[in-house]
């Protein structure tokens, strides 16, 4: 019998894995070849799917981007025993893009079977929840303090603290939320990793549980996500029936129960309290804080809310013990972040690494460049809300505080390049109109402001008094930042600013043309 | 928090709910899956729309009885997600992803090519009640963008040509 994987990550599907998947099935039929076919999640290698893998004795053998016209040919090549072929790439562990990653949080992800527990536990799944349920609560908030976690959902707070903060209340319910709305432009960690490693995510929110004394929680997921959705509550269902969820788990006396929310679309219901909020039904306004959610979060009670790759990390960290995940990293930017090169990009694709790592390194050595093979001129960094970085500052190294520095931010790691078509002043006028669109209403700033911030910029691109109206788009950005309740009214001055001060030529272009700066006055 | 300031304070907990029209039938049943709990409110207007392709304004009140909110809470909750349409829409909903990722990659052209090749607006419905095209931000897609999706389906690297493909399979199937 021999295995091969198709991916069935939704990038994958994309570009027809389900095709690819029939046709190998029916052409192994015809050609009474013995074939098991596993739908695994992907390696990250986006560039590459459907990425075909065949399992030989000397290891996984990579092929792709596979098409279903493919299939034949590659069985006519022998690619069932890993044979050459014009698509194939080798030993899949060998592709550098592949190799010089540090996958902690990911080093299941497209390897395994995304519903098979025993695939699971048989490469290190579950180990760190097994050492957990025989510690005390505070020794697994200790060990998580001590890997020097930070949230990976943007804000970078430590995670020990938070949890710490649960812990020590009183309280007859408890929750642990996770947050699954992957609003970023640029980001599919989360969506990868709920997809191709579900128990990861599972096993990493029941320790949260253990220790902050949580009995039951939810995953937040959004709408545009049905396959992490349906992924989740399988897997969840798995956990459940093999008792690593439900009541006493594995006989521990803890008992953790976890259930799925889906969005309905919404940007701001990533920031935590907006989605709590929509959790209990409710219009995903944010709300005013203190008290944090931490104290009083989901109804009203100590919540323990964390990004996706936050909980994922955790279950290596129990597992190998938090000195060993500190041993990665930089500064006090801890551990390894998955980065996620999007855009205009030649090998886009998730590419973990330890923090340090330079924005070139990423776009260059991992990316190969743009897609369009034209020069990268910006790159934005960390979602919508992010700076644009020029290539004057593509050699800062990935690192919370480094960025800070630059008047940027890492925010969950995603990476999208333009190339040199790409007009900055546009991309200043979307983030406005982003926010616009997006904002929850609270603020006058945000709700006001960036429907104000279109217009103005609308008439610098039309040259309508253009000095008056920068130094009006100056002055709102500082309201907007220094006016807003939230980071979208308050960071979408970010990209704007870094548009307008690193690309100024793209402002102070000839008007588009005469009729347009008549419609805009 | 958790406070519920429209639940009256004597009330009975429980109140007869009447429903006279299909759509409303169908929303109170849905609430009574759901244990007519109000947190899980967004999980029944995902339901309705599943099953009714939108939301009609008159399951509202039934609604509001039955989860035992105030009217204007509901359709307050309505009104706030993009995703819940309060209005029949196309068979099959075509979100074109907008946002920063898919623009580098082009997908504005492609959004009005979308609007040319339909000839509706973003937004909008064709004719035949086939499709509606939809802006949405992220699709999560964005190492293959630009992203389009169809009802879950979702499809990578779109250019104008893989949309009319795209379009031609659901005009076909709508066809038949
Ligand atoms: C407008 C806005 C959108 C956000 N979107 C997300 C999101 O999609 N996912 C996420 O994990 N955090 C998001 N955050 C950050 C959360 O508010 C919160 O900091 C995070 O979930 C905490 O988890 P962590 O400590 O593990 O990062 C957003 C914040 C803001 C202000
Ligand atoms: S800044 Fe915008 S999104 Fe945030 S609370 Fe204020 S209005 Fe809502
Ligand atoms: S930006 Fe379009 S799919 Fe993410």
Redesign the interface.
């Known amino acids: 019998m021999i295995t091969v994987f198709v991916p069935c990550d939704?990038?994958a599907?994309?570009?027809g894995a389900d095709d690819v998947a029939t046709a190998i099935a029916s052409e192994a039929k015809k050609r009474k070849a013995n074939v098991r076919i596993v739908r695994n999640g992907s390696r990250g290698m986006?560039?590459l799917?459907p990425l075909v893998e065949v399992e030989t004795p000397k290891g996984r053998v990579a092929y792709g981007p596979v098409a279903a016209k493919d299939v034949v040919s590659l069985f006519d090549a022998g690619f069932l025993e890993g044979k050459s072929h014009k698509l194939g790439h080798g030993l899949t562990e060998e592709i550098p893009y592949f190799k010089n990653q540090e996958r902690l949080t990911f080093a299941r992800c497209g390897i395994t079977d995304p519903f098979s527990l025993e695939d699971y536990r048989k490469y290190g799944g579950y180990d760190g929840l097994a050492k957990a349920l025989a510690m005390k609560p505070i020794d697994i908030i200790n060990e998580v303090t001590t890997s020097g976690l930070r949230g990976r959902g943007g804000a970078g707070f430590p995670t020990g603290i938070k949890w710490k903060t649960v812990h020590d209340l009183a309280s007859n319910q408890k929750y642990v939320a996770c947050n699954a709305d992957?609003?970023?432009?640029?980001?599919?960690a989360d969506?990868m990793l709920m997809e191709g490693d579900p128990f990861c995510l599972i096993e990493g929110m029941t320790i949260a549980a253990v220790a902050g004394g949580a009995t039951k929680g939810y995953i937040y997921v959004r709408?545009?996500?049905?396959?992490s959705v349906h992924n989740l509550r399988k897997a969840i269902e798995i956990a459940r029936e093999a008792n690593w969820l439900g009541d006493n788990i594995q006989g521990s006396g803890y008992s953790f129960d976890l259930f799925v929310?889906?969005?309905?679309?919404?940007?701001i219901c990533g920031e935590e309290t907006s989605m709590l909020e929509?959790?209990?039904?409710?219009?995903?306004l944010v709300r005013y804080k203190p008290p944090i959610p931490a104290i009083?979060g989901l109804?009203?009670k100590p919540t323990i809310i964390n990004n996706v790759m936050s909980f994922a990390a955790v279950p290596i960290i129990l597992a190998k013990g938090g000195e060993f995940y500190k041993n990665y990293g930089v500064g006090r930017s801890r551990g390894t972040l998955a980065f996620?090169?999007?855009?205009?990009?030649k090998r886009?694709?998730?590419v973990e690494k330890a923090f340090g790592v330079t924005t070139r390194q990423l776009i260059e050595d991992w990316g190969g460049g743009t897609?369009s093979g034209r020069p990268a001129r910006a790159v934005?960094v960390g979602g919508?809300l992010g700076a644009y970085l020029p290539e004057s500052k593509f050699d800062v190294p990935m690192d919370y505080e480094e960025f800070v520095k630059i008047d940027a931010m890492v925010g969950h790691g995603?990476l999208?390049?333009?190339?040199d078509t790409?007009d900055m002043a546009q991309?200043a006028r979307?983030a406005m109109e982003?926010c616009a669109?997006?904002s929850c209403g609270k603020c006058t700033p945000c709700r006001i402001g960036s429907t104000r911030g279109v217009e103005v910029i609308d008439k610098i691109i039309a040259d309508i008094d253009r000095e008056k109206n920068v130094a009006l788009l100056e002055d709102l950005c500082v309201t907007m930042t220094d006016g807003s309740l939230c980071a979208l009214g308050g960071l979408t001055p970010l990209p704007v600013r870094s548009a307008l001060h690193e690309f100024p030529d793209d402002f102070h272009k000839p008007a588009p043309n005469k009729f347009l700066a008549d419609a805009a006055e | 928090m958790a406070k519920n300031v429209t639940r009256s304070p004597k009330g009975p907990r429980k109140q007869e709910v009447k429903a006279s029209t299909p759509a409303q039938v169908a929303a109170l049943s849905i609430c009574a899956r759901h244990g007519n709990k109000p947190d899980e409110l967004l999980e029944i207007f995902h339901e309705m729309q599943h099953e009714l392709g939108y939301v009609p304004e008159d399951t509202l009140p039934v609604i509001a009885t039955a989860l035992n909110r105030s009217r204007a809470e509901i359709y307050g909750v309505l009104t706030f997600y993009h995703e819940f349409h309060r209005h029949p829409v196309g068979k099959h909903i075509v979100k074109i992803c907008r946002a920063e990722a898919c623009q580098s990659m082009g997908t504005e052209e492609l959004c009005r090519h979308a609007e040319a090749r339909l000839n509706i607006p973003l937004g909008g419905t064709t004719a035949d009640g086939t499709v509606t095209i939809e802006q949405v931000f992220c699709l999560g897609n964005c190492a293959l963008s630009p992203a389009v999706m169809v009802g879950e389906k979702l499809y990578g690297r779109v250019d104008p040509e893989r949309f009319d493909e795209i379009i031609a399979g659901l005009e076909k199937e709508a066809a038949e």
């Open positions: 939704a990038a599907l994309s570009m986006l560039y799917e992957e609003g970023d432009s640029g980001t599919f969506r709408s545009e996500y049905p396959h929310r889906m969005g309905a679309g919404a940007y929509s959790i209990e039904g409710k219009r995903g009083e109804f009203g996620q090169l999007a855009g205009n990009i886009g694709g998730l897609h934005q919508p995603g999208v390049v333009f190339d790409v991309q979307f982003f669109i997006e």
